[in-house]
């Protein structure tokens, strides 16, 4: 048989249920620049897949999240980079680095490709 024991003020004793702790995503933040280049390319990859629903399945991510990454209204992370950066077949650093001049060679930054 199962007794239940109380305390004499009523309440349980202890701290009850852990508290959940917050994410810290600091560390995983994307700069400014960096946000507004992913944002660009996810509507360059959208215009290419032919719609955000397409991209999305090819990305493994939700409608929303790419909506809401391209509109401004969420930051996006490295992850969403990576996976934009393979839907586009190049590497991170290519996706959120600066321009490139179209007369250079994008891998070694020589003259005429």
Excluded: F
Excluded at 3 to 20: I, L, M, N, Y
Excluded at 63 to 81: F, K, M, N, Q, Y
Aim: aromatic fraction near 2%; charge should be positive.
């Amino acid at each position: 048989m199962l007794t239940v024991v109380r305390s004499p003020s009523g309440e349980q004793e202890g701290e009850g249920a852990p508290r959940r702790r917050r994410r810290s995503a600091s560390c995983l933040s994307l700069t400014p620049t960096q946000r507004k280049r992913l944002r660009a390319a996810l509507k360059n990859l959208r215009a290419a897949y032919g719609s955000w629903s397409c991209l999305a399945e090819v990305m493994g991510v939700s409608v929303a999240c790419l909506e809401g990454i391209a509109r401004g209204r969420d930051h996006g992370s490295p992850g969403t980079a990576q996976r934009a950066a393979k839907a586009a077949g190049i590497t991170v650093e290519q996706l959120l680095g600066g321009l490139a001049a179209a007369d250079r060679c994008p891998t070694c930054g020589r003259g005429d490709p």
